[in-house]
């Protein structure tokens, strides 16, 4: 897991955030779901000692993001596969630890979404959907300023929209899922299958597509096909002015964006094709949102 104090920028007129002090540490899952709820309480509270240490006062507000299904409203995380978790009071659990001030808790690929939408590539587009590309594929819906996250806390979950009936099985237990299709995981997976090397990546794809590798770019454009499929999907519904792509897939550069585009572009009839980038926040997203989403709880209280 990642941590940071984070700190405003009063020279920058909206207050924009600034990483003072960054922190990684294991989440000690294979202790179980408790010792990873120990860890993210102790990481936060040393973290809140030295902010406390190094500059006069500790932070007055805190910010946290996991992964899973996440009740922001609730302050609990509902659900979280890999971590073990199940109905997890983390908000008031962190508040507690951390005397009491003010906490909010995030969905950490909305979170992500939340930053680039602010302070990263979506700036300056007031709906944008941020669609991370990484071991699963999520996305971040941007409306208007927010980050939609849906009645039950599992809105943007294009990585389970099914774009391939027949294809492989999926980690939710349907087949053909984009996720399954057209993650980096899954680009890896495929690559590997086909070179014959069972440690090559995406990343190693990439590279052999750009290289003009016949095969890895069969592989390739097969994901790309996929993604197309799932993106415009989602574009139909959300009607964004930006797409913004980012997590591991997305460091491929124009490997992936000048294909992606096209195939995007190829497949809309009435709709309006939106700018396709990427992410610009990379790695400090989910630390940048977080901060973010404790700021507004702050200024939620000054002007209440
Ligand atoms: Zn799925």
Known sequence: MKAALVGVDTASPDGAPVLLHEARRPTGRERGPDAVVETVLGFAAELRALGAARYGAPAAAAGVAVPGIVDE????????????WRDVPLRALLSERLGGVPVALGHDVRTGGLAEGRIGAGRDADRFLFVPLGTGIAGAIGIGGRIEAGAHGGAGEIGHIVVRPDGPECGCGRRGCLEAVASAAAVGRDWAAVCGDPLAGAADAAKAVASGDERARAVWQRAVDALADGLVTALTLLDPQMLII???LAEAGDTLFTPLREAVRRRLTFQRLPSI???ALGDAAGCLGAGLLARDLLSTEVTA
């Open 277 to 279: 980038v990427p992410a």
């Open 246 to 248: 980012g997590g591991g």
């Open 73 to 84: 409203r609730a302050g609990r995380a509902v659900y979280a596969a890999n971590l073990g």
